[in-house]
């Protein structure tokens, strides 16, 4: 298959850009729909990397964020996290033309991107003269405010956002301890969520994909459950500090553990046959019911230990 196609690149360029600015509008625009379209945003700069290569495939997210930028009437908060999906899905792509583990390309990847939004806040924190905790801790209060605004909207009870108000402060007390484990948690479900739509888009295509053979068949390194254990026990320490490292780190696992369920309800579709159209409503409750997602997370923490999918039998090797 062709790394790199560039025939008709300025038509492609044009169609990835106006397909990454409607993805961009909708997760600006309708923050319900907009919740669920972000996930999707960076897949097309991931495609057109790949299709076009380097430099022409780095026209669709620059074009796109210069098009947001003047549809928003400048810079805001919300461009670095435009910025950070644009950013993942053209490292994805970097990285995917390595044909590297999917492994690799997906921490690799993860780790770029963090490492260069942990940059981007510290840059902005020294010009600003305001420390990360205060700027993380203003932008949570007012993305709390957005939150109460909406459910106004919305037609909550008043007796629930009452609760909900009064509750404000100790909610931005804990969301301020865990944005680090909730910025990698939800870095590494938007890069695996991508690499599996793109390789499904790509293949269909006749675009390079790595050959990473099947993804329902991925578990997680042995030794990270150790890891697991060990943050579940700081959480047992009497110092608050040590508690939220423990707690940071086991969100973190979890989300891990988390794609390592899905991968073994996936492994059973294809085993069993599922109908696409029961596999999508089945996914649909996974995604909309928390404890369909605790079972989920259930089965990736014990199938390190029962193998569900018995991966070392003979049929599997």
Not at 4 to 29: E, P, R
Request: charged share 10%; net charge positive; aromatic share 12%.
């Amino acid at each position: 298959m062709p790394r790199a196609v560039s025939g008709g690149a300025a038509k492609d360029i044009t169609t990835g850009t106006i397909i990454t600015v409607l993805f961009l509008a909708v997760t600006s625009y309708l923050p319900l729909i907009g919740f669920f379209c972000a996930l999707f945003v960076p897949l097309p700069t991931l495609f057109y990397r790949t299709k076009l290569g380097r430099k022409l495939g780095l026209a669709v997210p620059a074009a796109a964020f210069f098009i947001m930028t003047a549809l928003l009437g400048g810079i805001s908060m919300d461009h670095a996290f435009f910025l950070e999906l644009l950013l993942l899905g053209f490292v994805l792509g970097e990285f995917l033309s390595m044909d590297l583990s999917v492994d690799k390309t997906v921490v690799y990847a993860c780790a770029t991107v963090l490492l260069c939004a942990l940059a981007g806040v510290l840059l902005y924190a020294n010009i600003s003269g305001k420390s990360i905790g205060s700027l993380v801790s203003a932008y949570i209060a007012e993305n709390l405010k957005l939150t109460m605004s909406l459910y106004e909207s919305m037609g909550v009870p008043e007796e629930a956002l009452v609760n909900l108000s009064n509750s404000l402060d100790k909610i931005q007390w804990v969301l301020v301890r865990i944005i680090p484990a909730m910025v990698v948690c939800s870095t590494l479900f938007v890069a695996w969520v991508n690499v599996l739509l793109a390789r499904a888009v790509m293949v269909q295509k006749g675009i390079f994909f790595p050959n990473f053979g099947a993804l329902n068949r991925w578990k997680a390194p042995d030794p990270l459950i150790w890891v697991l254990i060990c943050c579940g026990g700081l959480l047992m320490v009497p110092a608050v500090g040590i508690k939220m490292i423990g707690l940071n780190g086991l969100l973190i696992l979890l989300t891990v553990y988390f794609m390592q369920g899905i991968a073994v309800v996936s492994y059973y579709f294809e085993k069993k046959r599922f109908p696409k159209g029961l596999r999508l409503f089945l996914y649909s409750l996974i995604a909309l019911q928390q404890i369909f997602l605790l079972l989920i997370i259930g089965l990736g923490v014990f199938d390190m230990w029962l193998n569900f999918r018995k991966l070392n039998s003979e049929n599997n090797v």
